[in-house]
Antibody
Framework: QVQLQESGPGLVKPSETLSLTCTVSGYSITSGYYWGWIRQPPGKGLEWIGSMYHSGSTDYNPSLKSRVTISLDTSKNQFSLKLSSVTAADTAVYYC????????????WGQGTLVTVSS | DIQMTQSPSSLSASVGDRVIITCRASQTISSYLNWYQQKSGTAPKLLIYAASSLQSGVPSRFSGSGSGTDFTLTISSLQPEDFATYFCQQSYSTPWTFGQGTKVEIK
């Protein structure tokens, strides 16, 4: 059974870099699929942040592209998100998720982690 | 970006009711449309992909239809565990975008 679990600080100061890690179990991230991040501000809708393919190619939401880096750590079966220069508008629940490569649906999700941007 | 608009934003229904949620894309997306269910405090769960394909393990009372710009999610007989928020997502072109959600509440 594929499982994903986010980890990282729940509080980040404005202008600093948000860093999260997603640990995958039950499936090797080198075997296929895209691995990425989606966020949901409290009480609001879902926003796709970006993804990385198992081969290493990436795609990012243009609205965040200048601040986002997604990377894979195949030795640990993990992938990570870095979002720089955060503001209060980046406060959200951050989900990691697996995405299919044909119909691009998100079929497995982590439980989500709330990240608050505040001084 | 492709804008996804769901209607209604919320609805009240009773157990056993037939519920229909619609999703409209700002441009044609063929059948690249997915539906998710999100219960309070939990991650979204994939229900339907490619407009009408039922994800493994999802009850058959859920169905999806449509192509082009107009899509529907139908719950044939609403069950207590179906009270949740439902989102559509287009997977035709990046950036992948979601509808604003439809909250299904108990009447």
């Amino acid at each position: 059974q594929v499982q994903l679990q986010e980890s990282g600080p729940g509080l980040v100061k404005p202008s600093e870099t948000l860093s999260l890690t997603c640990t995958v179990s039950g499936y090797s991230i080198t075997s296929g699929y895209y691995w990425g991040w989606i966020r949901q501000p409290p009480g609001k809708g879902l926003e796709w942040i970006g993804s990385m393919y198992h081969s290493g190619s990436t795609d990012y939401n243009p609205s965040l592209k200048s601040r986002v880096t997604i990377s894979l750590d195949t030795s640990k079966n993990q992938f990570s998100l870095k979002l720089s220069s955060v503001t209060a508008a980046d406060t959200a629940v951050y989900y990691c998720a697996r995405r299919g490569s044909v119909y691009h649906y998100f079929d497995y999700w982590g439980q989500g982690t709330l990240v608050t941007v505040s001084s | 970006d492709i804008q996804m608009t769901q209607s209604p934003s919320s609805l009240s229904a009773s157990v056993g009711d037939r519920v229909i949620i619609t999703c409209r894309a700002s441009q044609t997306i063929s059948s690249y449309l997915n539906w998710y269910q999100q219960k309070s405090g939990t991650a979204p769960k994939l229900l339907i992909y490619a407009a009408s394909s039922l994800q493994s393990g999802v009850p058959s009372r859920f169905s999806g239809s449509g192509s082009g710009t107009d899509f529907t999610l139908t719950i044939s007989s609403l069950q207590p565990e179906d009270f949740a928020t439902y989102f559509c997502q287009q997977s035709y072109s990046t950036p992948w975008t979601f509808g604003q959600g439809t909250k299904v509440e108990i009447k």
